[in-house]
């Protein structure tokens, strides 16, 4: 399968809209989903349990590996945060594709504050990390501010994504 995958980032953002939590997952080469996760912070009572680490996490343990062999990707709804990125690199995954990035978080604090490509090139010594930025960003990009637009927008908005 060549990634970027259009179907699989779509799934993501869809359900993110649904359930309200950002989401990510860890993608075979042959696009097969390993696992899913959604950020659990405040149930698991867990600051470093976001959704690409709980998505790292539950694959690692399917797997039963902490060093993933080559050919796995990590899909995410949102921008990876240092922790996030860091993580990708520890578990040795080829790739990262996210689609939301800070420019579009509304309120809320900068959580990619320092960008994942960064973390990628400064880590390459580690692992290197395949990195796709951005994608179907017009998807999500407007899911943190929809409470500022008026309800037939974002319900527009909620329908495009809906209707893929
Ligand atoms: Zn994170």
């Not at 950020?39 to 993933?68: G, M």
């Not at 995410?76 to 578990?91: H, K, V, Y």
Request: glycine share 6%; with cysteine; aromatic share 10%.
């Amino acid at each position: 399968m060549k990634h970027p995958n259009k179907e699989i980032m779509i799934d993501l953002i869809k359900k993110q809209w649904q359930n309200h939590s950002i989401y990510a997952a860890v993608i075979t080469n042959d696009g097969v989903i390993i696992s899913e996760g959604t950020t659990t912070v405040a149930q698991s009572c867990d600051p470093t349990a976001h959704a690409e680490v709980n998505a790292i996490r539950e694959a690692s343990r399917l797997l039963k590996t902490s060093q993933f062999p080559s050919g796995y990707w990590l899909y995410s709804t949102f921008e990876p945060c240092p922790l996030c990125s860091s993580a990708a690199i520890w578990a040795g995954l080829d790739g990262i594709v996210y689609a939301n990035n800070p420019t579009y978080r509304g309120d809320l604090p900068n959580w990619s504050f320092i960008r994942c490509a960064d973390v990628l090139e400064k880590g390459r010594d580690i692992h290197q990390v395949t990195l796709y930025s951005d994608y179907l960003i017009e998807e999500i990009k407007g899911y943190f501010t929809r409470h500022k637009k008026d309800n037939t927008k974002s319900e527009d908005e909620h329908g495009e994504v809906s209707s893929l």
